[in-house]
């Protein structure tokens, strides 16, 4: 696979490594009142789909900038590339 | 033996010639021989052995779909099993030996399996062999066993060396035939970035093997004068003996170059080269493969591919047989017949399947319309043929045609399915095909010449434009659209003796019609039911005509029955390409730690971790064993001073103004507040809770601090705090930068370290416990200048120092801390002296630290915050984690002459030794020096309210058992006064 | 119709015409009590041991493809009880225990192959957790053997030991461990519940789970609605998706794992050999090819195929374990779908629904586990209660935080 890196440009996906599903970004609030159940769900139930898949994976043979990767789980097509940093910061999460 | 089969003219060079040997007979080839071609020259019809029925088989193609003959090539440890002697190319000095056989070829005692056929039917070994239970794997499975299998591995190391390599181009042509040679010439002309493979050694494809014309000339003329014009331009790559095996996501194909199996000795070059080519678009190009006609005792030697036929009569000069006689169901087969006529071969029949005039004149042949094979003559090799009419004819060869299939191989790796085209009765290319591959030629059904080389131009330029280039021109080669009218015969019904589709794994129709009986219908299961296409050959001319017998059964049609999917690789890679230089020392890159020249020189013996070397112990002269040394190291320590190389362990530079809030978050204990000039110890957890690493963070100025996580963590561990960076807290101000391999670092630790390093650091440092007390550090110079960083932290347990200076001063510092240390009795010592004192006090490492504990485990409960954000402290909460009652311990020997030993399990005294009494196991043990007795760290149920009492530690895998008597985890020093002396 | 020796030549001597077909093709009936989604090799084996050892006859096994054609048709036959954890351990113990019964017991022989599994040892820290995890098997009444480099380098001259990056300090050995022959697992789970009744029905994609009222009522399918009180989820790979017609979520990925052979050789390995250092795991099947797999290529896919840089890295550990098998080649490849649980361990347990059950998250393990997962899984559901060496096998656990973490990497599905 090749992944078009939006500060590199095409790169063998094998200098990334592979984190998974990207709600990994959604990192729940550990002070709200469900925080316990939030965490089961956020550790444990992420999104499987045979198609589209929004997913992480880090440029450590590289830049060492984390990815969220669109790619189809059926296909293996790559349709979007972002920097993980500007999609968590879209996301609404700060310090 | 002479080479009495050959006939006037081919693309062989007559002024070389080869010596070869097959099994230990000395024939003679030349130059553009394939071995296949030159046996077949020299009169050889029988080359080998069939796999189940040990039945005689001779060469039946001329290609990579070869089924049966298999050869072993070269000797000793270059033996290569399996090889097609239809690809092998003829070197001066080749020795090839049959294989799978009990005594010689001729006369193979396994043999004896095909007159016991009829109990060896598909599947059979799924009905019996069950009974007595007990000689299955005693008498039956050898027996099985050690009858199949083909060729044999020397067993010797591969002396080969292979290499591999990266390709980046706009165009991939795969197949250098009629249409791959057009479609590389149009994008060659446009300028495109163009590489052109071909598993051959004479590119050309079937233009070699034909008698046809382009632009006027011979096929093969053309073919060399248009790649000429490709080899003259700068933007073509030209790969001969290179197969494309197999197509990948995103245009990523893998290729095998042979650069050195067309020669006696490869010469310290490497024997092959496995590229990835990174193509932007792709032309498979890969033509089509001549499929045969089933009937009775159809795998006789002599019974070939009627293209195969021709390709020996019109490239290498050889002809198969004297007298020829041509069955077919098409009008290609026709001109195998013609060919031969002009080579002056004696065509004896053209039997024809259908009933239809004569395509073209062959002088001497009988036309047989209407007719087909039913059954063969001849052990081992043919004699004649009878036909469903009875007649029987002469003849030493019998030249089969039952149309050709496109090779579609490729367009089905990334599982695209293949459909069915009625008017040429053949899958082509269908479905969704590999991103950016579109397909050409025979290989999409264009089936004859003057198609073939349209369509490669016309494919290559659509592909090129797709790219922004502008097409060149240039007009199309021309040639002629020969006749190739087919009308399907999948096999010939009034055959009585079986009729073989798969020749290699010994499938036949009944076989499968055996199959449809038992409910084995699905193509799958017929395919794992009866072995039928996963032979060497993966069924390229078998599992059409197999899928058509079983469309037959059901009574549906061929693509209704369905079709195999085809897998990576077309033909097969050998293993030591694909390895690479990835063997041996090389297989992984091994890491050296700065002192690692002085430990050498020093006595050292080195353990693998990681990929890094460590000093283990060193040995000083006099000492008997590693034990010795080991004590000797451990004992120095605590007396006097040691001295380690601990480099290894990660060193993460974290830098900026929320670097405190950061390390705050990722480490569950508090960090916010660590003054400058300190240094803490840090728990990390997994987001689920469990322990993930551990090691110290030193705070060198406000914004600036000094991580340091274990040795096997290191990379982990920093992949994991730019994620939480990047992706958690984005915008926190904080850096991060991997340092483990800019400073060396060492260990100074034991009562006298402060002594030592007052020698060492340079003046303006004030050593004292007071000026610089546990857990400080700071930034110095050691030996008048040298920038370092200074660290008092212990893991020995003793009062101890880090010290750290630029990595390429790591071998001298070894040497100056060990010479300077020589007054108080210096020594360094290695990882394992390093491991018995941590075991003494009780720290912990991998062992303990193993994915599956928690911090209450490791009793460090109390470091798990609630009152702040950090990763894993919601998790750690869950109600069976908490109350997982296991902790660390210490545990010894009541028996103090007894080791323990790691690994064993604990059982409360008086229980019985099974799981449900498991009560925990024993994580890690050592001698220790300082108590004169072996001591061990363990994991134990409700630890902690267990001091004093008595357990049995059972290691029944050693057939051992001994009591140990729970005791706290700190064995020495456990009020830690020496640290803080 | 009984298999035999006596059989065969029978058979053999009159044509082999009286064979009779291994299962029947029936149509759906609009109702069963049971519905087993997938016959693969545990919806099979469950079919199997649900009519066999507890009487129940009307279930039917729904097949969107081919019986047979899910992992167990695509997985490297090894079958092994060498397992650490108390949750595992004494479950795969009885899967090994019903391996060895099984050509018997289903009257087909399936080759179950004794041949023996070893882990090599490359450094002091594993053989202390290869230690711990044999004695654990001897807890659990498995065998175990520990071997040192001396009985290595007797047994299997042909493994690198001189000139090794990971130099081999010893083995852990179960001599019970071994392979099977994987296609013919699933053929004789299928024909013995297909002779006691049970439909199986290939072809037959279920498209949606009908649940009335927290209750599941039956199933829709390609070939029309089939009703049943009980039905029970058994996909692997297709898990996500199965579930997702009942609106649960899961606690696994799907993951692409390849698997290689070679061209067919004259015996050369005497069984399983585990090269963790390299990734690598190989044996040779009766026929003579090196059946060998490695990693997960790493990614979520449903694709069943994987790419390059994994097929490198296999066989590169393959040539700096064996650097005999240079010159055999790699005749094909395939990749299956993983159900890679969070915790590297399996599922048997109800649903949420009433009637609904969930067998999945087998990761790259469910080979070996087909019989005792077919058992455990018949025991659930007609018992209603997890069978003893199954109970820890809860969807719940993680909510818990009852880990069965074999390896220790946590909630990263692609590191189990």
């Given at each position: 696979?090749?992944?078009?890196?939006?500060?590199?440009?095409p790169?063998?996906?094998?200098?990334?490594?592979?984190?998974g599903?990207?709600?990994?970004?959604?990192?729940?609030d550990?002070?709200?009142?469900?925080?316990?159940?939030?965490?089961?769900?956020?550790?444990?139930?992420?999104?499987?789909?045979a198609?589209?898949?929004?997913?992480?994976?880090?440029?450590?043979?590289?830049?060492?900038?984390?990815?969220?990767?669109?790619?189809?789980?059926?296909?293996?097509?790559?349709?979007?590339?972002?920097?993980?940093?500007?999609?968590?910061?879209?996301?609404?999460?700060?310090? | 033996?002479s080479q009495?089969n050959?006939?006037?003219?081919?693309?062989?060079?007559?002024?070389t010639?080869?010596?070869?040997?097959?099994?230990?007979?000395?024939?003679?080839g030349?130059?553009?021989?394939?071995?296949a071609?030159?046996?077949?020259?020299?009169?050889?019809?029988?080359?080998?052995?069939?796999?189940?029925?040990h039945?005689?088989?001779?060469?039946?193609?001329?290609?990579?779909?070869?089924?049966?003959?298999?050869v072993?090539l070269?000797?000793?440890?270059?033996?290569?099993?399996?090889?097609?002697?239809?690809?092998?190319?003829?070197?001066?000095?080749?020795?090839?030996?049959?294989?799978?056989?009990r005594?010689s070829?001729?006369?193979?005692?396994?043999?004896l399996?095909?007159?016991a056929?009829?109990?060896?039917?598909?599947?059979?070994?799924?009905?019996?062999?069950?009974?007595?239970?007990a000689?299955?794997?005693?008498?039956?499975?050898?027996?099985?066993?050690?009858?199949?299998?083909?060729?044999?591995?020397?067993?010797?190391?591969d002396?080969?060396?292979?290499?591999k390599g990266?390709?980046?181009?706009?165009?991939?042509?795969?197949?250098?035939?009629?249409?791959?040679?057009?479609?590389?010439?149009?994008?060659?002309?446009?300028?495109?970035?163009?590489?052109?493979?071909?598993?051959?050694?004479?590119?050309g494809?079937?233009?070699n093997?034909?008698?046809?014309?382009?632009?006027?000339?011979?096929?093969?003329?053309?073919?060399?004068?248009?790649?000429?014009?490709?080899?003259?331009?700068?933007?073509?790559?030209?790969?001969?003996?290179?197969?494309?095996?197999?197509?990948?996501?995103?245009?990523?194909?893998?290729?095998?170059?042979?650069?050195t199996?067309?020669?006696?000795?490869?010469?310290?070059?490497?024997?092959?080269?496995?590229?990835?080519?990174?193509?932007?678009?792709?032309?498979l190009?890969?033509?089509?493969?001549?499929?045969?006609?089933?009937?009775?005792?159809?795998?006789?030697?002599?019974?070939?591919?009627?293209g195969?036929v021709?390709t020996?009569v019109?490239?290498?000069?050889?002809?198969?047989?004297?007298?020829?006689?041509?069955?077919?169901?098409?009008?290609?087969?026709?001109?195998?017949?013609?060919?031969?006529?002009?080579?002056?071969?004696?065509?004896?029949?053209?039997?024809?399947?259908?009933?239809?005039?004569?395509?073209?004149?062959?002088?001497?042949?009988?036309?047989?319309?209407?007719?087909?094979?039913?059954?063969?003559?001849g052990?081992?090799?043919?004699?004649?043929?009878?036909?469903?009419?009875?007649?029987?004819?002469?003849?030493?060869?019998?030249?089969?045609?039952?149309?050709?299939?496109?090779?579609?191989?490729?367009?089905?790796?990334?599982?695209?399915?293949?459909?069915?085209r009625?008017?040429?009765s053949?899958?082509?290319?269908?479905?969704?095909l590999?991103?950016?591959?579109?397909?050409?030629?025979?290989?999409?059904?264009?089936?004859?010449?003057?198609?073939?080389?349209?369509?490669?131009?016309?494919?290559?330029?659509?592909?090129?434009?797709?790219?922004?280039?502008?097409?060149?021109?240039?007009?199309?080669?021309?040639?002629?659209?020969?006749?190739?009218?087919?009308?399907?015969?999948?096999?010939?019904?009034?055959?009585i003796?079986?009729?073989?589709?798969?020749?290699?794994?010994?499938?036949?129709?009944?076989?499968?019609?055996?199959?449809?009986?038992?409910?084995?219908?699905?193509?799958?299961?017929?395919?794992?039911?009866?072995?039928?296409?996963?032979?060497?050959?993966?069924?390229?001319?078998?599992?059409?005509?197999?899928?058509?017998?079983?469309a037959?059964?059901?009574?549906?049609?061929?693509?209704?029955?369905?079709?195999?999917?085809?897998?990576?690789?077309?033909?097969?890679?050998?293993?030591?390409?694909?390895?690479g230089?990835?063997?041996?020392?090389?297989?992984r890159?091994?890491?050296?730690?700065?002192?690692h020249?002085?430990?050498?020189?020093?006595?050292?013996?080195?353990?693998?971790?990681?990929?890094?070397?460590?000093?283990e112990?060193?040995?000083?002269?006099?000492?008997?064993?590693?034990?010795?040394?080991?004590?000797?190291?451990?004992?120095?320590?605590?007396?006097n001073?040691?001295?380690?190389?601990?480099?290894t362990?990660g060193?993460?530079?974290?830098?900026?103004?929320?670097?405190?809030?950061?390390?705050?978050?990722?480490?569950?204990?508090a960090?916010?507040?660590?003054?400058?000039?300190?240094?803490?110890?840090?728990?990390?957890?997994?987001?689920d809770?469990?322990?993930?690493?551990?090691?110290?963070?030193?705070?060198?100025?406000?914004?600036?601090?000094?991580?340091?996580?274990?040795?096997?963590?290191?990379?982990?561990?920093f992949?994991?705090?730019?994620?939480?960076?990047?992706?958690?807290?984005?915008?926190?101000d904080?850096?991060?930068?991997?340092?483990?391999?800019?400073?060396?670092?060492?260990?100074?630790?034991?009562?006298?370290?402060?002594?030592?390093?007052?020698?060492?650091?340079?003046?303006d440092?004030?050593?004292?416990?007071?000026?610089?007390?546990?857990?400080?550090?700071?930034?110095?110079?050691?030996?008048?200048?040298?920038?370092?960083?200074?660290?008092?932290?212990?893991?020995?347990?003793?009062?101890?120092f880090?010290?750290?200076?630029?990595?390429?001063?790591?071998?001298?510092m070894?040497?100056?801390?060990?010479?300077?240390?020589?007054?108080?009795?210096?020594?360094?010592?290695?990882?394992?002296?390093?491991?018995?004192?941590?075991?003494?006090?009780?720290?912990?490492?991998a062992?303990?630290?193993?994915?599956?504990?928690?911090?209450?485990?490791?009793?460090?409960?109390?470091?798990v915050?609630?009152?702040?954000?950090?990763?894993?402290?919601?998790?750690s909460?869950?109600?069976?984690?908490?109350?997982?009652?296991?902790r660390?311990?210490?545990?010894?020997?009541?028996?103090?002459?007894?080791?323990?030993?790691?690994g064993?399990?604990?059982?409360?005294?008086?229980d019985e030794?099974?799981?449900?009494?498991?009560?925990?196991?024993?994580?890690?043990?050592?001698?220790?020096?300082?108590?004169?007795?072996?001591?061990?760290?363990?994991?134990?149920?409700?630890?902690?309210?267990?001091?004093?009492?008595?357990?049995?530690?059972?290691?029944?895998?050693?057939?051992?058992?001994?009591?140990?008597?729970?005791?706290?985890?700190?064995?020495?020093?456990?009020e830690?006064?020496?640290?803080?002396? | 119709?009984?298999?035999?020796?006596?059989?065969?030549?029978?058979?053999?001597l009159?044509?082999?015409?009286?064979?009779k077909?291994?299962?029947?093709?029936?149509?759906?009936?609009?109702?069963?009590d049971?519905?087993?989604?997938?016959?693969?090799?545990?919806?099979?084996?469950?079919?199997?041991?649900?009519?066999?050892?507890?009487?129940?006859?009307?279930?039917?096994?729904?097949?969107?493809?081919?019986?047979?054609?899910?992992n167990?048709?695509?997985?490297t036959?090894?079958?092994?009880s060498?397992?650490?954890?108390?949750?595992?351990?004494?479950?795969?113990?009885?899967?090994?225990?019903?391996?060895?019964n099984?050509?018997?017991?289903?009257?087909?022989?399936?080759?179950?192959?004794?041949?023996?599994?070893?882990?090599?040892?490359?450094?002091?820290?594993q053989?202390?957790?290869?230690?711990?995890?044999?004695?654990?098997?001897?807890?659990?009444?498995?065998?175990?053997?520990?071997?040192?480099?001396?009985?290595?380098?007797?047994?299997?001259?042909?493994?690198?030991?001189?000139?090794?990056?990971?130099?081999?300090?010893?083995?852990?050995?179960?001599?019970?461990?071994?392979?099977?022959?994987?296609?013919?697992?699933?053929w004789?789970?299928?024909?013995?519940?297909?002779?006691?009744?049970v439909?199986?029905?290939?072809?037959c994609?279920?498209?949606?789970?009908?649940?009335?009222?927290?209750?599941v009522?039956?199933?829709?399918?390609?070939?029309?609605?089939?009703?049943?009180?009980?039905?029970?989820?058994?996909?692997?790979?297709?898990?996500?998706?199965?579930?997702?017609?009942?609106?649960?979520?899961?606690?696994?990925?799907?993951?692409?794992?390849?698997?290689?052979?070679?061209?067919?050789?004259?015996?050369?390995?005497?069984?399983?050999?585990?090269?963790?250092?390299?990734?690598?795991?190989?044996?040779?099947?009766?026929?003579?090819?090196?059946?060998?797999?490695?990693?997960?290529?790493?990614?979520?896919?449903?694709?069943?195929?994987?790419?390059?840089?994994?097929?490198?890295?296999?066989?590169?550990?393959?040539?700096?374990?064996?650097?005999m098998?240079?010159?055999a080649?790699?005749?094909?490849?395939?990749?299956?779908?993983?159900?890679?649980?969070?915790?590297?361990?399996?599922?048997?347990?109800?649903t949420?629904?009433?009637?609904?059950?969930?067998?999945?998250?087998?990761?790259?393990?469910?080979?070996?586990?087909?019989?005792?997962?077919?058992?455990?899984?018949?025991?659930?559901?007609?018992?209603?209660?997890?069978?003893?060496?199954?109970?820890?096998?809860?969807?719940?656990?993680?909510?818990?935080?009852?880990?069965?973490?074999?390896?220790?990497?946590?909630?990263?599905?692609?590191?189990?």
């Amino acid at each position: 696979m090749i992944i078009n890196h939006p500060l590199l440009g095409p790169r063998d996906a094998a200098e990334f490594i592979y984190l998974g599903d990207a709600s990994l970004i959604d990192r729940p609030d550990w002070q709200a009142e469900d925080a316990a159940a939030k965490f089961y769900e956020y550790g444990y139930l992420r999104d499987n789909p045979a198609g589209q898949h929004q997913e992480l994976w880090y440029h450590e043979q590289g830049d060492r900038s984390w990815l969220v990767v669109t790619r189809n789980t059926l296909t293996h097509e790559i349709t979007k590339v972002e920097l993980a940093r500007d999609v968590a910061r879209t996301r609404g999460r700060d310090k | 033996m002479s080479q009495i089969n050959r006939v006037k003219g081919g693309l062989i060079d007559r002024s070389t010639p080869m010596n070869f040997t097959f099994n230990g007979k000395s024939m003679q080839g030349f130059a553009g021989d394939t071995l296949a071609s030159a046996l077949l020259a020299n009169g050889q019809r029988l080359v080998g052995r069939s796999f189940k029925y040990h039945r005689p088989r001779g060469i039946f193609s001329a290609g990579s779909e070869e089924p049966n003959a298999l050869v072993q090539l070269r000797s000793g440890a270059h033996q290569e099993p399996n090889t097609r002697a239809t690809v092998a190319e003829l070197f001066d000095g080749l020795t090839a030996t049959s294989q799978n056989h009990r005594g010689s070829l001729e006369f193979d005692l396994m043999a004896l399996t095909d007159y016991a056929s009829p109990f060896l039917s598909a599947g059979f070994y799924y009905k019996t062999f069950m009974w007595p239970k007990a000689l299955w794997e005693k008498f039956y499975e050898p027996v099985i066993r050690s009858s199949a299998g083909l060729g044999r591995l020397s067993m010797d190391e591969d002396p080969d060396i292979y290499d591999k390599g990266f390709l980046h181009c706009d165009l991939l042509v795969i197949g250098a035939g009629p249409s791959g040679i057009s479609a590389a010439l149009a994008a060659g002309r446009s300028g495109a970035r163009v590489i052109l493979a071909d598993e051959d050694f004479a590119p050309g494809g079937r233009l070699n093997a034909e008698t046809l014309e382009v632009d006027g000339m011979s096929g093969a003329d053309w073919a060399t004068q248009a790649l000429a014009e490709l080899a003259a331009m700068d933007n073509v790559q030209i790969m001969t003996r290179t197969t494309i095996y197999g197509s990948y996501d995103h245009g990523v194909y893998g290729a095998l170059e042979r650069c050195t199996d067309h020669l006696a000795s490869s010469n310290g070059k490497p024997r092959q080269i496995l590229w990835r080519i990174y193509s932007k678009r792709a032309v498979l190009a890969a033509g089509s493969t001549e499929r045969p006609i089933a009937f009775g005792n159809n795998d006789r030697p002599g019974v070939m591919l009627a293209g195969a036929v021709r390709t020996y009569v019109n490239r290498f000069g050889a002809t198969p047989g004297q007298q020829v006689a041509v069955f077919t169901n098409n009008d290609d087969g026709w001109r195998t017949a013609a060919d031969l006529a002009a080579k002056g071969v004696n065509v004896t029949a053209i039997i024809d399947s259908r009933d239809k005039p004569a395509v073209c004149d062959v002088p001497g042949a009988r036309h047989i319309r209407n007719a087909a094979v039913r059954d063969t003559a001849g052990r081992k090799g043919l004699k004649s043929v009878t036909l469903t009419d009875d007649q029987i004819i002469d003849c030493d060869c019998l030249a089969v045609s039952g149309g050709w299939n496109p090779n579609v191989h490729l367009t089905c790796h990334q599982r695209g399915r293949p459909e069915w085209r009625d008017d040429i009765s053949a899958f082509v290319p269908g479905g969704t095909l590999p991103v950016g591959m579109a397909v050409a030629g025979a290989a999409n059904g264009a089936l004859t010449l003057g198609a073939a080389l349209a369509e490669g131009r016309a494919i290559a330029n659509q592909q090129i434009k797709d790219l922004g280039f502008t097409a060149s021109r240039k007009a199309a080669p021309k040639a002629e659209d020969e006749a190739f009218e087919c009308s399907p015969m999948w096999h010939v019904g009034e055959s009585i003796k079986r009729a073989w589709l798969d020749l290699q794994n010994d499938v036949t129709v009944k076989d499968v019609k055996l199959s449809h009986r038992e409910g084995f219908r699905s193509v799958e299961l017929l395919k794992r039911y009866t072995t039928l296409g996963m032979a060497t050959d993966q069924g390229k001319t078998a599992n059409i005509p197999a899928l058509a017998v079983m469309a037959e059964c059901t009574g549906k049609t061929i693509p209704e029955t369905g079709t195999t999917i085809f897998r990576p690789p077309y033909t097969p890679v050998p293993l030591g390409a694909l390895g690479g230089r990835a063997r041996g020392h090389d297989f992984r890159p091994t890491r050296l730690t700065p002192s690692h020249e002085w430990a050498k020189a020093n006595g050292a013996s080195f353990v693998t971790v990681g990929n890094w070397m460590r000093a283990e112990w060193y040995t000083r002269p006099g000492e008997k064993g590693w034990r010795d040394s080991v004590d000797r190291e451990a004992l120095n320590t605590r007396t006097n001073v040691g001295i380690c190389d601990v480099t290894t362990l990660g060193k993460i530079d974290v830098q900026g103004k929320d670097a405190a809030e950061f390390l705050n978050k990722v480490y569950s204990n508090a960090f916010a507040k660590l003054a400058v000039g300190k240094v803490r110890y840090g728990l990390m957890l997994r987001e689920d809770g469990i322990c993930y690493d551990d090691g110290t963070t030193a705070r060198m100025s406000e914004n600036h601090f000094v991580m340091t996580t274990t040795t096997a963590n290191a990379v982990l561990v920093f992949r994991r705090l730019e994620f939480a960076r990047q992706c958690l807290w984005p915008n926190m101000d904080v850096h991060l930068i991997s340092t483990t391999d800019g400073w060396a670092q060492f260990a100074v630790a034991g009562p006298k370290s402060r002594d030592l390093l007052r020698k060492i650091v340079d003046e303006d440092t004030d050593l004292s416990n007071e000026g610089f007390p546990f857990m400080g550090c700071a930034e110095v110079t050691v030996c008048g200048g040298t920038p370092a960083r200074l660290f008092r932290i212990s893991f020995s347990g003793e009062l101890a120092f880090e010290i750290a200076v630029p990595a390429r001063f790591g071998n001298s510092m070894m040497e100056v801390l060990n010479k300077a240390g020589e007054e108080f009795g210096a020594a360094p010592y290695g990882t394992e002296a390093l491991g018995v004192m941590r075991i003494e006090k009780g720290h912990v490492t991998a062992n303990e630290l193993n994915g599956q504990t928690t911090a209450q485990n490791i009793g460090l409960g109390m470091m798990v915050s609630q009152k702040k954000e950090c990763i894993g402290n919601v998790l750690s909460q869950r109600p069976e984690m908490v109350g997982d009652d296991l902790r660390l311990m210490g545990f010894r020997p009541v028996d103090h002459s007894l080791d323990v030993i790691a690994g064993s399990h604990f059982i409360t005294k008086g229980d019985e030794a099974n799981m449900a009494n498991d009560q925990g196991w024993m994580t890690s043990t050592a001698w220790s020096p300082n108590l004169g007795h072996s001591i061990g760290l363990g994991f134990i149920k409700r630890g902690n309210e267990r001091i004093g009492e008595v357990v049995r530690a059972v290691s029944p895998v050693h057939g051992k058992e001994m009591e140990v008597e729970i005791v706290s985890a700190h064995f020495i020093d456990p009020e830690g006064e020496r640290l803080r002396g | 119709m009984r298999y035999s020796g006596f059989r065969v030549l029978r058979e053999g001597l009159t044509g082999n015409k009286g064979w009779k077909a291994a299962w029947r093709e029936p149509d759906p009936k609009p109702e069963y009590d049971i519905i087993i989604i997938g016959a693969g090799g545990h919806g099979l084996a469950t079919a199997y041991y649900l009519s066999k050892e507890f009487g129940m006859r009307n279930i039917a096994v729904l097949e969107k493809g081919w019986l047979g054609g899910g992992n167990i048709g695509r997985n490297t036959t090894i079958i092994r009880s060498n397992y650490l954890l108390p949750g595992n351990e004494p479950f795969y113990e009885m899967s090994m225990k019903l391996w060895e019964n099984l050509e018997q017991d289903t009257n087909y022989n399936s080759m179950v192959s004794q041949r023996s599994i070893l882990n090599l040892i490359h450094t002091d820290g594993q053989r202390d957790a290869f230690v711990r995890r044999a004695n654990a098997m001897f807890l659990a009444g498995a065998d175990a053997e520990l071997a040192d480099e001396a009985q290595l380098r007797r047994e299997l001259p042909f493994l690198n030991f001189d000139n090794a990056r990971f130099p081999i300090k010893g083995g852990l050995y179960q001599r019970r461990g071994g392979t099977a022959r994987h296609d013919a697992v699933a053929w004789g789970y299928a024909r013995g519940a297909d002779s006691r009744g049970v439909d199986i029905i290939q072809n037959c994609e279920v498209t949606g789970i009908d649940i009335e009222n927290g209750r599941v009522r039956g199933v829709q399918t390609v070939r029309g609605p089939i009703r049943a009180n009980k039905v029970a989820m058994c996909v692997a790979g297709s898990s996500g998706r199965v579930a997702a017609m009942a609106g649960m979520r899961l606690p696994i990925e799907s993951h692409v794992l390849q698997a290689f052979v070679s061209e067919g050789l004259k015996p050369v390995l005497p069984g399983v050999i585990t090269f963790g250092a390299g990734h690598f795991y190989v044996s040779q099947s009766d026929k003579g090819g090196l059946v060998f797999g490695g990693d997960l290529d790493g990614y979520n896919s449903y694709a069943q195929r994987g790419n390059l840089p994994v097929v490198e890295d296999v066989v590169e550990g393959g040539m700096a374990l064996m650097p005999m098998i240079g010159r055999a080649r790699l005749l094909r490849s395939w990749g299956g779908v993983m159900d890679m649980s969070m915790d590297g361990s399996p599922f048997i347990d109800k649903t949420e629904t009433e009637g609904l059950y969930f067998n999945g998250g087998w990761c790259y393990g469910g080979f070996k586990a087909t019989p005792a997962s077919g058992f455990c899984y018949a025991h659930l559901l007609a018992k209603g209660e997890s069978h003893p060496v199954a109970r820890e096998m809860r969807l719940d656990r993680f909510k818990l935080g009852h880990l069965i973490d074999e390896k220790g990497m946590g909630n990263q599905p692609n590191l189990h």
